[in-house]
């Protein structure tokens, strides 16, 4: 048997008006410290943002979004923080935040493949 691996990973939530605190998933950061991994996948459902606020930004939080998958990929066009390395970088972007995209409490879990993971989870807990 293949031996698994602990992981952590969080929820990406959308709140389209803070101070309402309305809420709804639209992607998961995976880590895994021992195979030195970090990814996020990411979908937003448009429809549910325009339902919390119809006059959200649709392409803000588009890009805040990707942001986050550029900040895992690392490399000069994340920033600072993708000089990092990959734990680093997770816990920078699971550090609690008062904007549209907001990390949610961070699990953990086992697993054979951590990219498959990332995939597993956006299916079950975002689309």
Not at 26 to 48: I, M, N, P, Q, W
């Amino acid at each position: 048997m293949s031996e698994r691996d602990v992981f952590e990973y969080a929820l990406l939530r959308v709140v389209p008006r803070v101070e309402r605190g309305e809420c709804f998933n639209a992607g998961v950061v995976v880590y895994c410290r021992a195979r030195t991994f970090v990814a996020a996948r990411t979908h937003l459902d448009v429809a549910k943002l325009k339902a919390l606020d119809p006059e959200a930004d649709v392409t803000g939080v588009r890009a805040a979004l990707h942001a986050v998958e550029g900040v895992c990929r690392g490399g000069e066009d994340a920033g600072q923080a993708g000089r990092d390395d990959a734990g680093r970088r997770f816990r920078w972007l699971i550090a609690p935040r008062s904007t549209v995209v907001q990390p949610g409490p961070v699990h953990t879990g086992l697993t054979l493949d951590p990219e498959a993971e990332v995939e597993r989870l956006l299916d079950l807990l975002v689309r």
